[in-house]
């Protein structure tokens, strides 16, 4: 699941709960209702598919995708290139039409890797601090240049200065070439939601920018959702980009913004006369005044980039109709993780091998059905994901296929809680916006499965994985997850658990306990309206409610940001 390496994970870690729990509640409340919604029923062709579709040969390939072989799917690495390969010997095998470059099934993308070299240093006094462990930079949307910045340390609490509460926290202070520690807003007393609306955050760092300040050093105020360990390893990890992307130069001098785990922070006050303990309880109050550290940072950033590639990976399976087999529906799933850093292997089996795995098993069903369905079936594995969705946005920008003849794309993009027992619920991320809604719904009936509404609209899930990027295409997609019935606090607590140790870590491997019953069945949702899809008398419309009701296939016109 996307996130810019920080960026993006720490939103979809904070809303994993909120998701788990929204489905096992829909699926309560639903359960009563479920036996009388239920009116459809499968056709023999789609029961033959479901057959087809084997927990063994989703296992396999979610074995073989996160074994020590794969070294993590690394884009811009040997264990992705391993991958791919994989994946396309698996397409060939099937007897898949290939649909990369140069009549093959690869499709070359190139990338920028950046890293920052060992100079990189924080020093405070005499003493210095590594990277990726006790800090990390944070990035801005601009080039990345070296940098070296020092200065005396002043801690400006939450940086606020508003007459409305008579809070100044600079007051009487000079901040220009000066390195301020604060804290991320908004303090206890103040609603996030109200400091999000109001921007603060970002009108805060605009004044220090004003100001001069050569270095911004965030510390933990301990309300955090995400440990400030957990977004140190996330920043401290390589960037990946697409190599033709224009980088953004500063528009003018930035200071380096740094983020310190606790055990640093409290570093940084030894000097000051008082705690870190009592400088964040002092950060609360709106009497609160600067507090000079008596200490000089010292702040290095130094990167180099690389260029290299990483391939999607793509065939088709050609459908029978003459003249319908010139459009396709197009599955989807990435098979990038984090790959290799630092000595660490990255494995990412639920995240996504599992998830390619399913959508491998949809195209061996495919693959083995005597009769052909009429469109042509597209199965795009892609890389890049994790990095901001780059692999699909590469073909979608570059399609291999006449993208106003895709018709429908179903994209496969979890973490794993269909393996937490038989699956009962699905949500369609998408599905309030094209008739793939409807027809998820009457295929789920049918299966005996709730279809729940996104359960965590206010993390906009919907725009943060692959299939968005076939949206802006002006094809209708759909995002397909599934979660388990059962008692709710067992599922939460694995749930903690997984997060807080597992999730874009080391510890995201197969485990004994996985139900693959539930993968085989959101496999068996993907393939059964797949199948439908490819049959349909016309391909799926977007709904006159939705903000992509006037989108065509092939729109090159850049989407508003979603609000």
Same mark, same amino acid.
């Given at each position: 699941?996307?996130?810019?390496?920080?960026?993006?994970?720490?939103?979809?870690?904070?809303?994993?709960?909120?998701?788990?729990?929204?489905?096992?509640?829909?699926?309560?409340?639903?359960?009563?209702?479920?036996?009388?919604?239920?009116?459809?029923?499968?056709?023999?062709?789609?029961?033959?598919?479901?057959?087809?579709?084997?927990?063994?040969?989703?296992?396999?390939?979610?074995?073989?995708?996160?074994?020590?072989?794969?070294?993590?799917?690394?884009?811009?690495?040997?264990?992705?290139?391993?991958?791919?390969?994989?994946?396309?010997?698996?397409?060939?095998?099937?007897?898949?039409?290939?649909?990369?470059?140069?009549?093959?099934?690869?499709?070359?993308?190139?990338?920028?890797?950046?890293?920052?070299?060992?100079?990189?240093?924080?020093?405070?006094?005499?003493?210095?601090?590594?990277?990726?462990?006790?800090?990390?930079?944070?990035?801005?949307?601009?080039?990345?240049?070296?940098?070296?910045?020092?200065?005396?340390?002043?801690?400006?609490?939450?940086?606020?200065?508003?007459?409305?509460?008579?809070?100044?926290?600079?007051?009487?202070?000079?901040?220009?070439?000066?390195?301020?520690?604060?804290?991320?807003?908004?303090?206890?007393?103040?609603?996030?939601?109200?400091?999000?609306?109001?921007?603060?955050?970002?009108?805060?760092?605009?004044?220090?920018?004003?100001?001069?300040?050569?270095?911004?050093?965030?510390?933990?105020?301990?309300?955090?959702?995400?440990?400030?360990?957990?977004?140190?390893?996330?920043?401290?990890?390589?960037?990946?980009?697409?190599?033709?992307?224009?980088?953004?130069?500063?528009?003018?001098?930035?200071?380096?913004?740094?983020?310190?785990?606790?055990?640093?922070?409290?570093?940084?006050?030894?000097?000051?006369?008082?705690?870190?303990?009592?400088?964040?309880?002092?950060?609360?109050?709106?009497?609160?005044?600067?507090?000079?550290?008596?200490?000089?940072?010292?702040?290095?950033?130094?990167?180099?980039?690389?260029?290299?590639?990483?391939?999607?990976?793509? +065939?088709?399976?050609?459908?029978? #109709? %003459?003249?319908?087999? =010139?459009?396709?529906?197009?599955? *989807?799933? /990435? &098979?990038?993780?984090?790959?290799?850093?630092?000595?660490?292997?990255?494995?990412?089996?639920?995240?996504?091998?599992?998830?390619?795995?399913?959508?491998?098993?949809?195209?061996?069903?495919?693959?083995?059905?005597?009769?052909?369905?009429?469109?042509?079936?597209?199965?795009?594995?892609?890389?890049?994901?994790?990095?901001?969705?780059?692999?699909?946005?590469?073909?979608?920008?570059?399609?291999?296929?006449?993208?106003?003849?895709?018709?429908?794309?179903?994209?496969?993009?979890?973490?794993?809680?269909?393996?937490?027992?038989?699956?009962?619920?699905?949500?369609?991320?998408?599905?309030?916006?094209?008739?793939?809604?409807?027809?998820?719904?009457?295929?789920?009936?049918?299966? +005996?499965?709730?279809?729940?509404? #996104? %359960?965590?609209?206010? =993390?906009?899930?919907?725009?943060? *994985?692959? /299939? &968005?990027?076939?949206?802006?295409?002006?094809?209708?997609?759909?995002?397909?997850?599934?979660?388990?019935?059962?008692?709710?606090?067992?599922?939460?607590?694995?749930?903690?658990?997984?997060?807080?140790?597992?999730?874009?870590?080391?510890?995201?491997?197969?485990?004994?306990?996985?139900?693959?019953?539930?993968?085989?069945?959101?496999?068996?949702?993907?393939?059964?309206?797949?199948?439908?899809?490819?049959?349909?008398?016309?391909?799926?419309?977007?709904?006159?409610?939705?903000?992509?009701?006037?989108?065509?296939?092939?729109?090159?016109?850049?989407?508003?940001?979603?609000?």
């Amino acid at each position: 699941m996307r996130s810019t390496q920080a960026n993006r994970v720490a939103p979809w870690r904070r809303s994993f709960a909120a998701f788990l729990v929204g489905m096992l509640l829909f699926g309560g409340v639903f359960a009563q209702t479920a036996a009388v919604a239920l009116k459809s029923t499968l056709a023999s062709d789609e029961r033959a598919l479901a057959a087809n579709i084997t927990i063994q040969a989703i296992k396999d390939a979610t074995a073989t995708l996160s074994s020590p072989v794969m070294e993590g799917r690394g884009t811009m690495q040997p264990g992705g290139e391993k991958a791919a390969a994989w994946i396309a010997e698996r397409f060939k095998a099937l007897g898949m039409k290939p649909l990369g470059d140069k009549a093959s099934f690869l499709q070359k993308v190139d990338f920028r890797e950046t890293v920052y070299t060992p100079e990189t240093s924080f020093k405070v006094g005499d003493e210095s601090f590594r990277f990726g462990k006790d800090f990390a930079f944070q990035s801005l949307p601009f080039k990345r240049t070296d940098k070296e910045k020092s200065g005396e340390m002043i801690f400006i609490a939450y940086g606020i200065q508003a007459a409305s509460i008579k809070r100044d926290d600079l007051e009487g202070i000079d901040v220009r070439g000066k390195v301020v520690v604060m804290i991320e807003g908004p303090p206890a007393s103040i609603n996030k939601d109200s400091w999000d609306k109001a921007e603060a955050s970002s009108a805060i760092f605009l004044n220090l920018v004003r100001a001069g300040v050569a270095g911004i050093v965030y510390i933990a105020h301990g309300r955090e959702k995400e440990a400030p360990e957990t977004m140190i390893d996330y920043y401290g990890r390589r960037s990946v980009s697409l190599a033709g992307g224009a980088e953004e130069p500063e528009p003018f001098p930035l200071p380096l913004l740094v983020s310190v785990g606790t055990p640093l922070a409290e570093k940084l006050f030894a000097k000051s006369g008082i705690s870190l303990k009592d400088a964040l309880a002092r950060a609360e109050e709106n009497t609160f005044k600067p507090v000079k550290l008596n200490q000089t940072a010292k702040i290095v950033a130094k990167s180099k980039s690389t260029k290299g590639t990483s391939p999607n990976v793509v +065939g088709y399976i050609e459908g029978s #109709d %003459p003249k319908l087999k =010139e459009e396709a529906i197009l599955f *989807s799933a /990435h &098979y990038d993780a984090y790959g290799t850093e630092n000595g660490k292997v990255y494995p990412g089996a639920a995240d996504n091998g599992l998830g390619t795995a399913e959508m491998l098993a949809v195209a061996e069903a495919f693959s083995k059905s005597p009769v052909k369905p009429k469109r042509s079936l597209i199965f795009l594995a892609v890389t890049a994901e994790e990095y901001g969705l780059f692999g699909s946005k590469y073909w979608a920008k570059n399609p291999t296929w006449n993208i106003k003849k895709v018709s429908a794309n179903l994209n496969l993009d979890g973490v794993g809680t269909e393996v937490y027992g038989p699956v009962k619920t699905m949500v369609g991320y998408g599905a309030e916006h094209s008739t793939l809604g409807a027809m998820l719904t009457d295929v789920s009936a049918a299966m +005996g499965i709730v279809v729940a509404p #996104d %359960p965590v609209p206010d =993390e906009k899930v919907f725009y943060r *994985s692959d /299939h &968005y990027s076939f949206v802006e295409r002006g094809v209708p997609a759909l995002m397909l997850m599934g979660a388990p019935e059962g008692d709710i606090q067992n599922a939460m607590k694995r749930m903690r658990e997984w997060e807080k140790t597992d999730y874009h870590q080391p510890g995201d491997i197969i485990r004994p306990d996985w139900s693959w019953d539930g993968a085989k069945t959101v496999a068996d949702v993907m393939g059964i309206m797949g199948l439908r899809l490819a049959n349909a008398d016309s391909m799926p419309e977007w709904l006159s409610t939705s903000r992509f009701a006037k989108l065509e296939r092939g729109n090159t016109k850049e989407l508003p940001e979603e609000k």
